[in-house]
């Protein structure tokens, strides 16, 4: 493999978009085939999400000992992690630890930014415009840009207006000591307001949380990991990984059979008090086997989790408040620290923007339906366009289909999520209807890297030079993600699974929810029955994917 390509010779086998999980391992499996590769990333250095999200209490909500690479041995076992869920910090320096002991940061220009990706389809090439100017040309466009990379608009009225200090969470460019003494305003109650609400709260004159939704927020439990639990588990690496590859999330699972009410009132309590205890994703919505499928069965654990935010917050209508109204596991749970302990401190309070929406700001408030409050700083913590966010950024354009997000108006459709039709040699890795958003997503990346290989690799030596799925192909994932869906309580829940967070975009729901396991068995069966639903310089081996086991892991 060569660093870059010379003038002479500006082809390259693949362009990468992306210098995070996914495009390290890209570029390491490349190099494994021997092909040129040639990677962009926008921010300064390889991180992608751990290197832009930098708010405080930033960590992972995956146990670090699985969210982590599992191609190299020798990385397992000289890697050590110090806690149960890894802070920001700590994740980036694994990551950098990767690109240097790889070597593989001389595949990437950084500070580059991919602003048009266009398929030449004379050359059978996609040509790449930087913000620079300049273009480059490869045979295969991979897009590494992650599901969480585009910060979603800014939707707060009146936000023009203010005069105090204003930072995103997905954006982070200031320090904790810079809102120290402040009338401080959170907007956004999902995963980063969880986690930077409890420390903006203990520096904060005052801290006003807006709230639109409540959500599960469980106790992390985080904790250092003993050095003798890290030497358990790097002994035991490779049968762990192996369970981890075909379990239900991309984690050692903790399979159940029983129902909810399969057992006593007495026996399904005591049996929830431990899962609240372990925590974690294999905690409370993972105690029966129908949790995610019955509503009834739900609706008693979040009777349970709603009996735990009255245990701790004091203020019985705060409480009330912090309530969640939608089924336990229909939208990702949240982790943190002394959340809902947070809302007791006396200089803390929570406003219901479905009670009082913002109408508007003004230099130093903002301004509710019903009263306004006066603040210094405000902190939005409102979310990203997941998913398509980062690939409709991309501005990927095909002769006959137009941009990405002109062929997918009505709603996102994909093969495996890893291809779309009439965008040859145009992989996405951990893509809108594939588990990522659902699963451990480092394993997630992992496998479709593998697998986009083991397509190119078919290609290639069949003779092939593009490489598409069929209509037909695409027609029938996109039915066996709606199919698995739809027998779940993901159905029944807005969010930005759907992209209800975004105003405009299309209902789709982003991910396949049957499990990492299961679509491992099917990515599995349909590599070795000739790829169906795949084209070959236009040559389908079959015209969709046939009868497939499609069962939902459970």
């Known amino acids: 493999m060569t660093d870059s390509p010379t003038p002479a010779s500006p082809v390259v086998d693949v362009l990468c978009v992306g210098a995070g999980f996914s495009g390290l391992y890209a570029a390491y499996q490349a190099r494994e085939h021997g092909w040129t590769f040639a990677g962009f990333e926008a921010a300064a250095d390889v991180g992608g999400t751990w290197f832009l999200n930098t708010y405080p209490g930033a960590r992972c909500d995956v146990e670090s000992v699985y969210y982590s690479y599992s191609f190299s041995e020798e990385l397992q076992k000289e890697w050590t992690w110090s806690e149960r869920f890894a802070p920001q910090e700590e994740i980036l320096r ?145 049968e762990i990984r192996q369970e981890c590859r075909y379990s239900p999330g991309g984690i050692p699972d903790r399979p159940v059979t029983d129902r909810a009410f399969d057992v006593s009132d007495e026996e399904r309590r005591r049996r929830y008090e431990a899962a609240y205890e372990r925590s974690g994703f294999l905690g409370v919505g993972a105690e029966f086997a129908d949790l995610l499928f019955d509503l009834d069965a739900n609706q008693t654990a979040a009777d349970f989790f709603r009996g735990k935010i009255h245990e701790i917050v004091h203020d019985d209508r705060t409480a009330t408040l912090l309530e969640p109204h939608f089924p336990l596991g229909a939208k990702r749970s949240c982790f943190g620290t002394g959340y809902y302990e947070t809302f007791n401190r006396p200089n803390v309070s929570l406003v219901s923007l479905r009670e009082e929406p913002i109408t508007t700001m003004t230099a130093d408030s903002i301004v509710t339906e019903a009263g306004s409050y006066e603040v210094d700083a405000v902190v939005l913590a409102i979310g990203f366009d997941a998913f398509t966010g980062p690939l409709f950024g991309l501005n990927v354009t095909a002769p006959g289909h137009g941009r990405l997000q002109d062929a997918w108006r009505d709603g996102v459709r994909t093969y495996l999520g890893l291809l779309t039709a009439g965008f040859p040699n145009f992989f996405m890795v951990a893509g809108p209807q594939s588990p990522a958003l659902a699963s451990n997503v480092v394993l997630t990346i992992e496998q479709a890297v593998d697998w986009i290989a083991g397509l190119i690799t078919h290609a290639r030596a069949e003779g092939h030079e593009v490489i598409e799925t069929t209509t037909e192909g695409q027609d029938d994932w996109v039915d066996i993600t709606e199919w ?7 159905a029944t829940t807005d969010s930005w699974y759907r992209g209800s967070n975004v105003a405009g975009k299309p209902s789709t729901f982003m991910g396949y929810v049957g499990g990492v396991g299961r679509y491992r068995r099917i990515c599995e069966e349909i590599a070795r029955r000739g790829y169906p639903g795949v084209a070959l310089d236009s040559s389908a081996v079959a015209k969709g994917i046939g009868r497939i086991d499609t069962e939902v892991d459970g």
Not at 96 to 107: E, I, K
Not at 189 to 197: F, H, P
Not at 484 to 490: E, G, R, S
């Open 484 to 490: 698995t869906v739809n027998q779940t309580l993901y």
């Open 94 to 238: 694994y990551i950098n630890h990767v690109a240097d002991r790889f070597d593989l940061r001389r595949y990437f220009r950084f500070g580059t930014k991919v602003v048009a990706a266009n398929w030449l389809p004379a050359e059978k090439l996609w040509e790449v415009t930087l913000d620079s100017g300049a273009t480059r040309r490869g045979r295969y466009l991979l897009a590494a840009s992650g599901g969480l990379s585009t910060p979603k608009d800014v939707d707060v009225p009146g936000l023009e207006n203010f005069a105090g200090l204003t930072v995103s969470t997905s954006r982070w460019n200031v320090s904790l000591d810079d809102l120290a003494g402040k009338r401080v305003a959170v907007i956004g109650t999902g995963s980063s307001g969880v986690q930077c609400i409890p420390l903006i709260a203990e520096v904060a004159e005052h801290l006003t949380v807006f709230q639109r939704t409540a959500n599960y927020v469980f106790p992390a439990r985080n904790r250092p990991l003993p050095p003798e639990v890290v030497d358990d588990i790097k002994s035991r690496y490779p």
